[in-house]
């Protein structure tokens, strides 16, 4: 079946480490994106793109770098320069058409300390 | 610049009583509206969609959403609600550029 993975599930990571989320989609998707998830905040888009090669910062961008050399593959790093990195970070795929729905992974919960 | 407001945090619906759930948009051109549902530590899971025609749009597991341009609303409905509906919902606008601007989301808690 198609779909996206996001590895792992849980990670955990100590204050001042960049610490590198994986996502992988099988859906022949263009677009990939990635959100960050906080309790009572809603999803909120850091950052995306809509073929390879090249990517867009999205709403909250700062402290986060990423990198989408294969269409199947779209990793996100979380930088020490992110000041409140703990969080549930979804990502998802889409055909990159305006109407087109975002197809969404299970998440990585990260835990900072 | 779009936003989508989603006025109850929680809702709390006796089993087999009915549910509706308010989202509101802004957005300046013909919206691509969207309803997700989100089980805790998963992923959104698509309910259903709008972007143009009737503007009652049915979805998966029994919900159906109704467009009001003059409401700038697009609430979502069941009939019955059953406890495994307890879930946190999500409505979102398509903003172009493929992106979606997502509200706080309503916890919804179905009691016995």
């Known amino acids: 079946d198609g779909g996206i993975t996001q590895s792992p599930k849980y990670l955990f990571r100590k204050e001042g480490q960049n610490v590198t989320l994986s996502c992988e989609q099988n859906l022949n998707h263009d677009a990939m994106y990635w959100y960050r998830q906080d309790p009572g905040q809603g999803l909120r888009l850091i950052y995306y793109?809509?073929?390879?090669?090249?990517?867009q910062k999205g709403d909250i961008a700062e402290g986060y770098s990423v990198s989408r050399e294969k269409k199947e593959s779209f990793p996100l790093t979380v930088t020490s320069a992110q000041k409140n990195p703990t969080a549930f970070y979804l990502c998802?795929?889409?055909?990159?058409?305006?109407?087109?729905?975002?197809?969404f992974g299970n998440g990585t919960r990260l835990t900072v300390t | 610049a779009q936003s989508v407001t989603q006025p109850d945090i929680h809702i709390t619906v006796s089993e087999g009583a009915s549910l509706e759930l308010r989202c509101n948009y802004s957005y300046g051109a013909t919206p691509y509206l969207f309803w997700y549902v989100q089980s805790p530590g998963q992923g959104l899971q698509l309910l259903l969609k709008?972007?143009?025609?009737?503007?009652l749009v049915q979805g998966i597991k029994g919900f159906e959403a109704e467009f009001k341009r003059s409401q700038s609303s697009f609430n979502l409905r069941k009939p019955s609600v059953h406890w495994s509906d307890a879930a946190e919902y999500f409505c979102a606008v398509g903003t172009g550029y493929s992106t979606l601007t997502f509200g706080k989301g309503t916890m919804l808690l179905v009691s016995p």
């Open positions: 998802a795929s889409s055909t990159g058409t305006d109407n087109s729905p975002l197809h």
């Open positions: 709008y972007f143009s025609g009737d503007t």
């Open positions: 793109s809509q073929i390879v090669n090249d990517f």
